[in-house]
T-cell receptor, first 116, second 112 residues
Framework: DGGITQSPKYLFRKEGQNVTLSCEQN?????MYWYRQDPGQGLRLIYY???????QKGDIAEGYSVSREKKESFPLTVTSAQKNPTAFYLC???????????????FGPGTRLTVL | SQQGEEDPQALSIQEGENATMNCSYK?????LQWYRQNSGRGLVHLIL?????REKHSGRLRVTLDTSKKSSSLLITASRAADTASYFC????????????FGAGTQVVVTP
């Protein structure tokens, strides 16, 4: 059963704590992405990775960190430096369609992070 | 920054009616994609239209793309209650290496 999984589904964090959100895919996709979604809004890109051991900042990377040690895994750490981390976090992956062009993205079910 | 802008923000229709939503964008693109999101869930890819295509169909979905006007439309025909969701357009800009720019979405409610 191929797909993309995220865990946990719900996460509660105290102020000042770092937390790590898991994202795993078995689609053999090269590219992986992390998005943040706030209520009633679209998705904003946090980080993305086109290949193992490489990643780039998206539009709102401050206060977040990632790693890409394995093709299947792209964990996101929300650090204490992120001032307003309460949001819905979505992970996605995609394959390459051509030079600088990728195919559609497949999304995980999301992690809802709440800061207490 | 968000490139795609959907219109309308919200749409309420009855089962059997058609639903049309529009998306405008600002830069040159490789392709434009439409996604659906049910409340509290991840996004599901609906359809991808490449910059050299003008119209595409998938089941009850019809997507058009006008690159001269930098706009796209999504038509859902004969809507069902199960079509209730938020719909997002996303643009794959040239030289963006797979990064998508999402709009704020259109919230569609289909009542029986």
């Amino acid at each position: 059963d191929g797909g993309i999984t995220q865990s946990p589904k719900y996460l509660f964090r105290k102020e000042g704590q770092n937390v790590t959100l898991s994202c795993e895919q078995n689609l053999n996709h090269d590219a992986m992405y992390w998005y943040r979604q706030d209520p009633g809004q679209g998705l904003r890109l946090i980080y993305y990775s086109q290949i193992v051991n490489d990643f780039q900042k998206g539009d709102i990377a401050e206060g977040y960190s990632v790693s890409r040690e394995k093709k299947e895994s792209f964990p996101l750490t929300v650090t204490s430096a992120q001032k307003n981390p309460t949001a819905f976090y979505l992970c996605a992956s995609s394959s390459v369609a051509g030079v600088s062009s990728y195919n559609e993205q497949f999304f995980g079910p999301g992690t809802r992070l709440t800061v207490l | 920054s968000q490139q795609g802008e959907e219109d309308p923000q919200a749409l309420s229709i009855q089962e059997g009616e058609n639903a049309t939503m529009n998306c405008s964008y600002k830069t040159s693109i490789n392709n434009l994609q439409w996604y659906r999101q049910n409340s509290g869930r991840g996004l599901v890819h609906l359809i991808l239209i490449r910059s050299n295509e003008r119209e595409k169909h998938s089941g009850r979905l019809r997507v058009t793309l006008d690159t001269s006007k930098k706009s796209s439309s999504l038509l859902i025909t004969a809507s069902r209650a199960a079509d209730t969701a938020s719909y997002f357009c996303a643009t794959d800009e040239e030289d963006s290496w797979g990064k998508l720019q999402f709009g704020a979405g259109t919230q569609v409610v289909v009542t029986p």
